[in-house]
Each structure stands twice: as C-alpha cells, then as structure tokens.
C-alpha cells in the first residue's frame, strides 16, 4: 500500500513564500512524474507544475518564475517552492505520483491535499 503525505500549507501575505512537501511512503520500486495541482473552489482541478524522474519541469503560465518544482529520489519526495505568492493562488494543493509498483504494474496516488491562503 502506498499514501502520499503532504505538509507545508498554511497563510501567507501576498509576496510570501510557502514550501510544500510531498512524501510517497509504502512498497515504492521507483517514482515516474511526479506533480502538484491545485483546486480553487467553482474551477476546474489545475496542474501547477511536473517533474520527471530525470528533472524535466514544466508549469502553469500562471506560476512560472515563482513557483519551483524540485524531487528527492532517494526520499521518494516533491517539493513545491512558492514564492511571490499573490491572493489567487489560494487553493487546495495535491500532490500527484506515478508510482512503479513492480515491473508490470503502474498506479497514480494522490496526496490528502494541503491548504495554502494567501491574504492581501
């Protein structure tokens, strides 16, 4: 079995920082992409930003230059730096993992979620 642990939210002013941390814990071979979304409450659930097992990145349009994705293979864990934060980026972040279970089977989890609030 396999969970994915978040932790790092919280309230911020706009031009804060947040880190977020995401931990996969459980029998993992390896990890493929792992990602951060979001959900602002009336919208659609959005991708943040990916990386690879590698360290290809890519982000939202709307994040880009402020937020950095970054991953510690041997720790099976993603990080999600945040800086400049600006009110709309209030929302519910996930954490997303394609995780190898063994050499035939793939399955994605999701993280519990993490609230992050930025006031103006």
């Known amino acids: 079995q396999v969970r994915l642990v978040e932790s790092g939210g919280g309230l911020v002013q706009s031009g804060g920082s947040l880190r977020l941390s995401c931990a996969a814990i459980?029998?993992?071979?390896?990890?493929?992409?792992m990602a951060w979304y979001r959900h602002i409450p009336g919208k659609q659930r959005e991708l943040v930003a990916a990386?690879?097992?590698?360290?290809?990145?890519n982000y939202a349009d709307s994040v880009k230059g402020r937020f950095t994705i970054s991953r510690d293979n041997a720790k099976n864990t993603v990080y999600l730096q945040m800086d400049s934060l600006k009110p709309e980026d209030t929302a519910v972040y996930y954490c997303d993992a394609e995780v190898v279970l063994s050499t035939v089977r793939t399955t994605y989890y999701w993280g519990q979620g993490t609230q992050v609030t930025v006031s103006s």
């Open positions: 990386i690879t097992s590698g360290g290809t990145t």
């Open positions: 459980g029998s993992i071979v390896s990890i493929n992409t």
